[in-house]
């Protein structure tokens, strides 16, 4: 009865409803580029979903051998890798480079704007990242712009070396003439490259933990998880584990919720989140100010959603296998409110004055406090629960 007066609690709040869900749940993407080392899928940056963040966001594949040809972007950047593993090499504004180091699967990697960046799938299998890219000197990313140090002339892809005379490249590099004009023009790809098997060894400054002693990348897989319950685990990337990311104000959330269970529902202090749902499937509902349901439906594995700042919202995972997420937001630090739970917010409301605010009887204000008392924020469900879902 507890469990079904909540789901009602959550009716009354504007978690169901039967208007269609918004363009908060992004469209499959589309492809961006296309070449023989490796593809971006992308979305339009026109998208409602980016507006309300103000963030761009796509999908990296890099082939084996394939080499992303070294750039930078003018917008801080978050990843979080998905399948395979790669070699990458990063490099400060001063020109010291970072220690070449392996990405793999679980890895976020943080990229501030303006740091030069490569990096070469030197496996046997294809690489995929999804990345999110947040402007530093306007509101949105509409107009990140991404800037590569060699590649064709290609339009609005090519590399802004073709930007400069011969006469400057000589002068710049040292070289004659033909070696300038060489320089610029014997890449034929725009993004990727193929290349061959990478030689060099690879410097490891990996810990044991996954987290990365040069402060740029973190295993959010190997990572022991901050909240484990019956009915699922959570692993936060905050500023005290990478501290990079007080400076970019991004943070990241592993979420593995088990079957029959529902991820609390809460609203984040601060920031807007976009997610990607990296395995099984569930029941995602957000809801507005207004009483409205901003998201309601369904999604699987490799469906991508955003929730606007404030916004409350809850995840049921209705498939017989656990389903996960990796969730990024825009602020350093992770401050969930929670409705229901032992963390609740309805929980620290007296009763007298949660009773006058839902109008109904102490005993039912008592039940909406102490609802789920002794879960953090993973519920297990009754299985006949998913009948009102």
Not at 25 to 34: A, E, F, G, W, Y
Not at 152 to 170: A, Y
Not at 367 to 386: I, W, Y
């Amino acid at each position: 009865m507890v469990m079904r007066f909540v789901f009602l609690l959550l009716l009354a709040l504007g978690f169901a409803s039967a208007k269609d869900s918004s363009d908060l749940v992004l469209p499959h993407p589309r492809k961006v580029v296309k070449e023989k080392g490796g593809r971006i899928l992308g979305w339009d940056r026109d998208a409602t979903a980016f507006e309300e963040i103000g963030v761009k966001s796509e999908i990296i594949h890099l082939k084996p051998n394939g080499l992303v040809l070294p750039m930078y972007v003018d917008a801080d950047s978050l990843c979080y890798v998905l399948e395979g593993r790669a070699t990458a090499g990063i490099v400060r504004p001063s020109g010291e480079a970072t220690n070449t180091r392996y990405v793999r699967v679980g890895d976020v990697v943080a990229l501030p704007a303006g740091w030069m960046v490569w990096l070469w799938n030197t496996g046997g299998l294809g690489m995929k990242m999804f990345c999110v890219n947040k402007q530093v000197l306007q509101e949105d990313c509409k107009s990140c712009k991404t800037y590569f140090l060699a590649g064709s002339e290609e339009s609005k892809k090519g590399s802004f070396l073709h930007g400069f005379s011969d006469e400057v490249l000589k002068r710049t590099f040292q070289v004659d003439m033909k070696e300038a004009r060489s320089i610029v023009q014997a890449q034929k790809s725009s993004v990727f490259a193929d290349a061959k098997e990478f030689d060099n060894e690879v410097s490891s400054d990996q810990s044991d933990n996954g987290e990365m002693r040069g402060d740029l990348s973190f295993n959010m897989e190997i990572a022991h998880p901050d909240v484990i319950e019956s009915g699922g685990r959570m692993t936060l990337l905050d500023d005290t584990k990478m501290r990079i990311l007080e400076h970019l104000n991004f943070g990241a959330v592993l979420v593995k919720l088990n079957p029959s269970s529902m991820f609390a529902p809460q609203w984040l202090l601060g920031s807007g989140q976009i997610v990607y749902v990296t395995k099984g499937k569930g029941r995602v509902e957000v809801a507005t100010h207004e009483g409205q349901a901003a998201i309601d439906q369904t999604v699987d594995a490799g469906d991508v959603f955003v929730v606007p700042p404030y916004h409350p919202h809850a995840v049921v995972n209705t498939g017989s296998f656990p389903m996960e997420w990796i969730c990024i937001h825009f602020t350093s630090s992770f401050y969930p409110s929670f409705l229901s739970g032992s963390r609740s917010v309805y929980g620290s409301i007296p009763l007298e004055v949660l009773s006058a605010s839902l109008n109904t009887s102490d005993d039912v204000a008592d039940m909406v406090r102490s609802a789920h008392a002794s879960e953090k924020m993973f519920f297990t469900l009754d299985r006949g629960f998913f009948s009102i879902v």
